[in-house]
């Protein structure tokens, strides 16, 4: 077969015929490079190769799909979705909210896994030894950073203090998590008996109002602000500015891939929200005008 025939055949697979198979089956994993975008009361998975409006979502999850899965009062808690996170390689998803929950979604059934009431939560992420930990923000109840197992519902075993919490990620091969609040950026550690948290470092992030917190790889953190968005060298414990996001404000999720140069994020534009998702290599623009748009995760 000649090399054209082979490449419109593979791009004929991957944007056309790939696609409308996942359309028209049960969706049970995100295939890698699809983006997952939140906000409302609800949960999209996009395929950007398909067309930059709302036709490239090709799966949606609305709270009141697993409403009665879970105590009734949470309806009032999955109002606003700020995190969507795939998680358990790329079959589930951990999804927050600022009106006061986190959960974990199965992708295949719509099955709610865990819940809990999580004041103001922004961010969350999976632990070693089925733990969730959750960043709480600015909320009477919340400005916390707590830890619950994931077998055991609503139950947190580990809380503290957290100003504005709007981020948390681990890092596996650190056995570091990384947690962001207003304007400090701190590393914790996982104690042997996995039923707590010891924070070691902590380190003030260029401006205030930390946003967002990302993984690029196991040395590398990218952390958004009001103001901008920097890179964090783990060894280094050192910022240095994201040439490519360094003077935009207000970018509320980026996602960047160092090796393909692949930029996808979130910024505020009507309030909080959007109603956009861009990319960088190529550029690209999502516009997806029915929902007010808060994050996009890209699955890796």
Known sequence: MKPVKILCTFLLWTIIILPNLIKGQQLTQIPKGYWIACGDDQVLIIN???????????????????????????????KSIDECKPVFANKKILITSSTGATCLLNIADKKIEFYAKTPMAHSADLLPGNLVAVANSTHPQGNSLELYRLEQPERPIYKDSLYSGHGVVWN???KQLFVLGYDDLRTYTLTEAKNSLTLVHTIKIPGQGGHDLSLIDDDRLLVSSTEAVAIFSINERKFNPFIPLADTHHIKSVNWNAKTNRLVYTKAEESWWTFNIYATSPNQKVHIPTLKLYKVRVCY
């Open 172 to 174: 596996d091969k650190l």
């Open 48 to 78: 950007p190769a398909i067309s930059s409006d709302s036709s490239a979502v090709i799966w949606k999850w609305q709270f009141k799909e697993s409403a009665d899965q879970i105590p009734k009062e949470y309806g009032n808690y999955f």
